[in-house]
């Protein structure tokens, strides 16, 4: 007899454990989205690096500014004053310019009256007043991004403010895909009786990009012996993560375990306790990992999210696993065998999250995919869970 499902968190542990990260390399700022940030980054300098003005206005002494004072020159954004502020004077200043020398506080536009070359504030001032300090955002030194942050546009824009030109980021994961099934045919291909479009290689490429990783073309075999295990001897010599969709049930077609024992690849486990993607399939050779996913589309997508993006992630040095959410279902569901990951809309509603399916749940429905949030968590068992009751979520990424 096989060994029992694994619970989903028992498998993503065996997974997660299996992940090293990979080496580090130098990347350019404008090829870091998404990528994982390998080491700390340290502000090379103070953020913003002088003292400059919060406002359009005029650079003056707070002090003295109750009086006209005349406008004696101008310091722009990029192009600081040439001279510094006297007694009884004003130098027109842009938001971000550097204050002059002997400046303490900006008057506002909307603040100022001018006339005959002289400005006068109709607003009183303090010392400080419209003023962006040196270093009032970050401290030359200060750890600014910690390593395995994911580098999304905020970290990419924060990280060229504090100094750096490039980043230095776990590589790439390479992610062969290999698509089993005699019915598979191209996008947009004109299907003959039997035969489906092949919509998870798109998916999965998709998938992987998302996580950070670098998918090579997927690859198409036919539900033969041999030729599932020549797609997947070559896929294990090109990739750092191999994931085959389809051929991993217990059909008189599906080839995908026995070519994976041949090739050398241990299985670390077979079958999770989840509904959709009961035969999802994990293994390893040295440092290769394999995934083995279920072929219907909803199966696939499911499966990916959970066990080979947390590889993906895990690889790169990020945090592998989401940070998970509390929410009431919408509707009332039925309880399965199995836990259930439903694909859900999430909604706030009288002061809670609520989590609404997006339709039929089936694995094959993959319309139960759109405009889904994330994955809600069901437990297995007889009856149904009522709606209001309370589930644990995912945001899909």
Aim: hydrophobic fraction near 50%; glycine fraction near 10%.
């Amino acid at each position: 007899m096989p060994d029992a499902p694994l619970t989903i968190a028992a498998a993503r542990e065996r997974v997660v454990s299996s992940c090293a990260p990979l080496a580090a390399e130098p990347v350019a700022i404008e090829d870091a989205l998404d990528r994982a940030l390998a080491e700390p980054l340290a502000a090379a300098h103070d953020v913003p690096p002088f003292v400059n003005s919060a406002m359009d206005g005029f650079a003056v002494r707070a002090a003295a500014s109750s009086g006209p004072l005349r406008v004696v020159g101008e310091s722009r954004a990029g192009a600081p004053a040439s001279v510094a502020l006297g007694a009884g004077e004003a130098i027109r200043i842009s938001t971000g310019a550097a204050l002059p020398e002997g400046a303490d506080a900006v008057l506002r536009l909307e603040d100022a009256r001018e006339q005959d070359g002289a400005v006068v504030a109709t607003a009183q001032l303090a010392p400080g007043a419209n003023v962006r300090r040196a270093g009032e955002d970050l401290r030359a030194g200060a750890i600014v991004l910690e390593a395995g942050a994911r580098l999304g546009a905020a970290e990419l824009a924060v990280a060229v403010g504090a100094g750096a030109g490039s980043l230095r980021c776990a590589r790439r994961p390479r992610v062969a895909i290999v698509c089993t099934g005699d019915e598979l045919r191209p996008p947009g291909a004109e299907l003959r009786p039997g035969e489906i479009h092949n919509s998870n290689a798109p998916m999965l490429v998709a998938l992987a990009a998302r996580a950070g990783a670098l998918a090579l073309p997927p690859v198409v075999v036919r539900d033969e012996r041999p030729a599932t295990e020549a797609a997947l001897g070559e896929a294990l010599t090109q990739a750092d993560v191999v994931v085959a969709s389809g051929g991993v049930s217990v059909g008189p077609h599906d080839h995908a375990k026995d070519a994976l024992a041949a090739l050398g690849v241990e299985q670390h486990f077979w079958r999770v306790d989840l509904q959709p993607g009961k035969p999802t399939w994990f293994g390893a050779r040295e440092r290769r990992l394999v995934f083995g996913l279920p072929g219907n589309p909803v199966s696939s997508f499911v499966t990916f999210t959970l066990f080979a993006r947390p590889a993906l992630l895990a690889l790169q040095g990020a945090a592998p696993l989401p940070a998970r959410l509390e929410a009431a279902l919408g509707v009332e569901v039925p309880r399965r065998g199995r836990e259930q990951a439903l694909r859900v809309r999430l909604e706030a509603r009288d002061g809670r999250l609520v989590a609404t399916p997006t339709g039929a749940q089936g694995s094959h429905v993959s319309s139960s995919l759109l405009g889904a949030d994330g994955l809600a968590f069901v437990a297995a068992g007889e009856g149904t869970a009522a709606a209001g009751e309370k589930v644990t979520v995912e945001r899909l990424a």
